[in-house]
């Protein structure tokens, strides 16, 4: 990308031309003034905006690796290979569920009338769940962010069932324990594997696991695009989670 | 004539003089049961104790009512005209005179608002 | 004029009052206390409350054993159900009974000195009766004692309500015992770490559902504040209730400071269902225009699925009614008294019932406007779930009868 500085000499951000600003917010940065004749430039970087509140970006990502999901809503076709590859590598009983996926229909819309929003644990950074356990049962992995279950502590009062803002919980009665997401992370991370069991079974490309704390990865690349709109569930609820959906 | 005397905010221990001229009686309470005649009274499911926690049964006011065997500690004042009253009540400020708890001994008390 | 209006008013209700004794009821009033008394059928009653407390721990034991998520309408979306909000009501009640016997108690406000013995006891009771029906709601109640110790979590408000309602239950239960023993010092003592225990748990309650912030319905200081209020309108309700018919089993005369104490207690519980009808008041106004999951809500709540519960139960029965009932007769009717606790308890336990599933009826994704989650959830409470409940209530029924005949009508010192 090449931006010629030099063209520019006016001090409010509005003078510089359309396309040059474009060129910045493609790198992530918002252009705040020129100053002294062009030489300096006063950038901010942008990404902040997709987050749910400012402080996540302050606080950057305090895991390594800091898993995430990304969720590429348009493309979910409904197949429900991650649902299956779920259940099998998770042993989820028919009663309960760890991800789902919801279906939205807009009659009025044109073209395509309806789409797919898988839903899984959102991993929250500020999760109700943790806090409303009074067992420290259901808790943050300090290593890597995943919200865990030690099974032998759950009591199952369910209050974080009641305190989780996503549906993520069920009472799994084989393990007498709230059982829930937790990136596979017993079943597949711990293993060497890369992806959860949905993430690999996903024929389109719908979700997208990675390390958000690695700027290489395709989650941390999605997420600090500015291109197109990423968003996460209930933002105002405030759990700061680390599942985004974008539609790309 | 006697009076129970009481302040309106009591020392929960119930153990401090309650003015000066208080002393210390034990009372003989008075066990009222809202039955018409001992013999209905044979009947309920408190009869024994009753029975058993009193003497003197008798039927009064359309009640039956016998004197407990446990006496009862109160402070007690004696009052025995209107001007002893109104010299008490003049000392202490305000005054309530109520009915007591019935005691054999006593029927009122006065609380010292 | 503003008197002649009050007088038809009071006599008005006077009436009522009159007619509640006059020939029509006073047959069926007297055979019913009567009944209560007389030796053959108090026993008739205690065993039923054991068989009661009997069904339900064999219903409770079925429900273990086939798994709760078939024996209870629980559900994923709606984990909290009526075994919950009857926890909720007898702890309440527990809290207040507590709050209002410590007026006397720990306080030393003679007028409510004769109320202290029965409420105490009543205060273990209920608590007692609470956590026997939460026992059937917890999936590894035996994994709770040991992990509450082991393993606490001082950021959760559950945490803090078990442990704060499991030193209060002591500190009553010793109160209790000390006042039998007549030793009042000890026992104002151990009465003011109940209340403290007491208020800091039962606050604690209310702010597990206030410190929910995915939950709008329930989310803010509201909560905590309502539940303490409320505790103590239901206290009042219950020693008015239970004092009443006390007094019905031995057959006793109500002296002069009982009555005075029930009037007290009945202008305290007046009092506090108008702090609860404004609190009611402003809580559906400021939901009306709160959040959309919110307003769902109050929808519901005012014209939807739970407005019987809302109107008929809570407002007329819970509140209006007994408010209208201790105003109109000047708090001096002991019967009319007793009349509108009744008339608050039964409302009472609708306000827990209602607290708990409206909360929940909103799904999470609601806003999301997925076909899933477009509709308001339902839940009605499953035969093994109401069996629990009504064991619950045999529970304090029978051992309100058996204290009764133990502790002699709960006499205190200097009553």
Not at chain 3, 63 to 68: H, L, N, S, T
């Amino acid at each position: 990308m090449r931006l010629d500085l030099d063209g520019l000499k006016k001090d409010p951000p509005e003078s510089i031309p359309a396309i040059e600003r474009r060129q910045f917010l493609k790198m992530g940065l918002v252009v705040t003034g020129v100053f002294a004749g062009g030489t300096v430039l006063s950038l901010i970087s942008n990404i902040q905006r997709v987050f749910a509140s400012p402080e996540e970006f302050k606080e950057k990502y305090p895991y390594t690796p800091h898993y995430s999901m990304v969720i590429r809503q348009n493309r979910c076709i409904d197949c429900e290979r991650c649902l299956e590859a779920c259940r099998r590598t998770n042993h989820v009983p028919p009663y309960g569920y760890r991800t789902a996926i919801l279906e939205r229909t807009i009659p009025d819309a044109i073209g395509q009338k309806r789409e797919f929003i898988p839903v899984l644990c959102m991993q929250c950074n500020n999760p109700p769940c943790v806090r409303a356990c009074p067992t420290r049962a259901s808790y943050k992995h300090r290593g890597n962010g995943i919200i865990m279950i030690d099974s032998k502590k759950c009591v199952g009062c369910k209050a974080c069932m009641v305190a989780c803002p996503y549906n993520a919980r069920y009472f799994n009665e084989e393990k007498r324990a709230i059982d829930k997401c937790n990136f596979c992370f017993d079943t597949r991370l711990s293993k060497g594997e890369r992806l959860t069991a949905c993430a690999a079974a996903c024929p389109t490309g719908a979700r997208t696991f990675g390390d958000l704390s690695d700027p290489s990865s395709d989650v941390y690349r999605m997420v600090h695009q500015i291109e197109r709109p990423v968003w996460v569930l209930r933002a105002e609820v405030g759990t700061r989670p680390n599942v985004f959906y974008m539609k790309a | 004539m006697k009076f129970i005397v009481s302040r309106k905010r009591m020392s929960v221990t119930g153990d401090k003089k309650v003015c000066d001229e208080a002393r210390q009686e034990d009372l003989t309470p008075l066990d009222y049961r809202t039955v018409k005649s001992l013999e209905e009274a044979k009947k309920k499911v408190w009869y024994k104790d009753w029975l058993k926690g009193g003497v003197n049964h008798r039927e009064e006011d359309g009640m039956v009512v016998c004197d407990k065997k446990e006496k009862s500690r109160q402070w007690v004042v004696e009052i025995n005209s209107l001007e002893e009253l109104l010299e008490f009540q003049d000392k202490y400020g305000a005054i309530m005179i109520t009915n007591s708890i019935p005691y054999k001994e006593v029927k009122k008390e006065i609380t010292i608002l | 004029m503003a008197d002649e209006i009050r007088t038809s008013k009071i006599s008005a209700i006077g009436g009522l009052a009159r007619s509640f004794n006059s020939a029509l009821f006073s047959d069926i009033y007297s055979t019913l206390i009567g009944f209560l008394s007389g030796t053959r059928s108090f026993y008739i009653i205690l065993s039923l409350g054991v068989l009661t407390v009997f069904v339900a721990s064999i219903s409770g034991l079925d429900a273990m054993r086939i798994g709760y998520r078939h024996a209870y309408n629980i559900t994923r979306e709606i984990p909290w159900g009526i075994i919950i909000s009857t926890y909720i009501f007898f702890v309440v009640t527990s809290t207040g009974l507590c709050i209002v016997s410590s007026i006397g108690h720990v306080f030393g406000i003679k007028d409510f000195m004769p109320i202290v013995n029965r409420a105490v006891f009543l205060a273990v009771v209920t608590i007692f009766a609470g956590f026997s029906v939460i026992f059937f709601d917890i999936e590894n109640p035996f994994r709770m004692a040991i992990y509450n110790a082991l393993s606490p979590n001082l950021r959760s408000n559950l945490w803090w309500m078990g442990t704060l309602y499991g030193a209060y239950m002591f500190f009553m239960a010793i109160e209790f015992i000390l006042l039998l023993l007549k030793n009042h010092r000890f026992a104002t003592y151990a009465g003011l770490a109940g209340l403290i225990s007491g208020v800091a748990a039962h606050s604690n309650l209310g702010a597990i559902f206030g410190m929910l912030h995915s939950r709008e319905f329930w989310y803010g200081p509201y909560m905590p504040i309502y539940f303490i209020a409320s505790a103590v309108m239901s206290g009042g309700a219950a020693i008015i209730f239970f004092t009443w018919i006390g007094y019905k089993v031995n057959n006793e005369k109500m002296d002069a400071p009982m009555e005075r104490a029930i009037e007290v207690v009945s202008k305290l519980t007046a009092f506090m269902i108008a702090v609860i009808l404004f609190f009611t008041a402003w809580k559906v106004v400021t939901g009306l225009v709160g959040s959309p999951p919110k307003r769902e809500v109050i929808k519901a709540m005012l014209v939807g699925p739970y407005a019987a519960n809302f109107w008929g139960f809570e407002i007329i029965i819970g509140m209006i009614l007994p408010f209208a009932i201790l105003l109109g007769t000047g708090f001096r009717n002991v019967n009319m008294s007793f009349l509108a606790s009744v008339l608050m308890i039964i409302g009472i336990f609708f306000m827990r019932y209602d607290l708990v599933v409206e909360g929940q009826i909103v799904p999470v994704f609601h806003e999301l406007g997925v076909n899933e989650y477009r509709g308001l959830l339902h839940y009605l409470p499953s035969l093994h779930e109401i069996m629990i409940i009504t064991g619950g209530m045999g529970i304090v029924a029978s051992a309100f009868l058996i204290g009764e005949r133990v502790f002699n009508g709960h006499k205190s010192e200097g009553h």
